[in-house]
């Protein structure tokens, strides 16, 4: 009984909060957005003049929560977001969190965003993260079964 009524108040919640995963389309409390939309959104979101700090990472965390790896027009306007509220380590963190989501395919995908994103990086002064050595840990100690 209690199982069946946490799972309808989760399932009214998700659906007023819309809760959404991209696979060619997205899907979002009971209809489905194309993907050109689900773009368009986020970047008119980033795009916003009067945007903060705080909703630069609630953006960027909703779009890395998803089960989708963002389009590089997407990490752009995050990238300019970033810019706008003066935080180059969330740029930073930004780019890390894409490579995260490429998964298993980050030689093939990741290098595809950060050639199409590339301009504005270098417009907006941003190194990537390997351009600083983020990508490799500083203090580690070989493996033992390396030895």
Known sequence: MFRLAASQIANIARSSI???????????????????????????????????????????NDLLGMDLVPAPKIVDAGLKACRKVNDIAL????????KDKCG????????????HVRPTLTELGIPTPEEINYDKPELALKSVFDM
């Open 104 to 115: 298993d395919k980050t030689d093939e995908i990741y290098p595809y965003i950060i050639n």
């Open 91 to 98: 740029a930073i963190r930004w780019l890390e969190g894409v």
């Open 18 to 60: 819309g809760v959404t995963s991209r696979v060619g389309v997205v899907r979002a409390a009971h209809h489905e957005i194309p993907a050109e939309e689900f773009d368009k959104q986020y970047e008119d979101y980033f795009s916003r003049a009067d945007i903060d700090g705080w909703e630069v990472r609630k953006g960027m």
